[in-house]
């Protein structure tokens, strides 16, 4: 079991891990309706998480946390002399004593950081009383769900094959409904082929190169912070490519959720003096 408790200004909570051995791992994370000191926000952590274990029917449990006033009070190593923590302590050996063998360990806090992160949420989130909120399933993955918010496509045709078919040969595609021809059809109308390169043609005639989601992903990535990056704003960005001669569908949102993604762009952006609130329109007599 891993515990830790927090008692900051926003209030305070406990987080504590029940894990089983066969990697099994139930979370326990509670917000602190009274107020206490962080030594009693430790104890109150250890000791909920024990009486859960309880409930479980656990016999063996090895207990790690990162207070070592609590580990070293709990194994006998270190004396009570807090009033506060005297009825915790004597608590905590009658939950002792409940288990066949528990064993304390001492911890850093960096290895106990789930716990932590338990009693956090416990204070920051704000939840009605009592409300049941299902455990959180972390996974972890090693490909990006998304590059830049370029549109997903497929692996074998680009987002404009369609439209270029039907350009080329007037085919279209073989689960088109008559509402999707009409589409094609209308959308058709303002590109061009010229060999096996498809451009889109403005209002003013000027031809644009359609690409796919993996020349997108790479004109995003150097126009924004490359070489030559000015990391420039979402608007401003959509009109460079196209000055330069690229085109896709979503090239203004896209740009945009670019920007909004750039950490230097956070950062170092000019922050815009809003008033926390909309204001109230004054009238006056």
């Known amino acids: ?6 008692a900051n200004i926003y209030g305070n909570g406990l987080g504590a891990v029940l894990t089983s051995p066969e990697g099994r791992q139930f979370p326990l994370t509670i917000k602190l309706g009274f107020d206490c000191t ?12 024990l009486q859960v274990a309880v409930t479980l029917g656990i016999k063996e449990l090895d207990v790690f946390g990162d207070f070592a006033l609590v580990i070293y009070q709990a194994t006998g190593e270190w004396q009570t002399k807090d009033s ?6 004597k608590y905590l050996t009658q ?3 409940k288990f066949d063998k528990v ?17 956090t949420l416990a204070i920051m989130v704000k939840l009605d009383c009592g409300i049941h909120v299902q455990p959180i399933r972390i996974e972890t993955k090693i490909n990006l769900a998304y590059c ?14 369609d439209i270029k078919i039907y350009v080329k040969s007037r085919e279209y595609p073989l689960e088109a409904m008559e ?11 303002n590109f061009f082929l010229s060999g096996d390169v498809l451009y889109k043609r403005t209002f003013d005639g000027i031809l644009l190169w359609c690409v796919d989601s993996g020349d997108a992903r790479k004109i995003l990535e ?17 009109k460079q490519f196209q000055r330069h001669g690229y085109f896709w569908l979503t090239i203004e949102r896209d740009c945009i959720e670019d920007v909004k993604k750039c950490h230097k762009c956070q950062v170092y952006a000019n922050r815009v003096h809003a008033p926390p609130q909309p204001l109230h329109n004054l009238v006056t007599p």
């Open 148 to 161: 830049l918010n370029v549109e997903n496509e497929m692996k074998i045709h680009p987002w404009f094959h």
């Open 1 to 6: 079991m891993y515990f830790d408790g927090a």
């Open 38 to 49: 962080n030594n009693m926000a430790e104890y109150e952590a250890c000791l909920n998480g």
């Open 179 to 189: 509402n999707d021809k009409k589409t094609i059809r209308r959308m058709a109308m």
């Open 103 to 119: 064993r304390f360990h001492h911890l850093s806090r960096d290895k106990n950081q789930f716990a932590d992160a338990l009693a």
């Open 95 to 97: 939950l002792i004593n």
């Open 84 to 89: 506060k923590l005297i009825p915790y302590q």
């Open 222 to 238: 150097e126009v924004h912070e490359g070489i030559c990056g000015t990391h420039a704003n979402g608007h401003t960005m959509a």
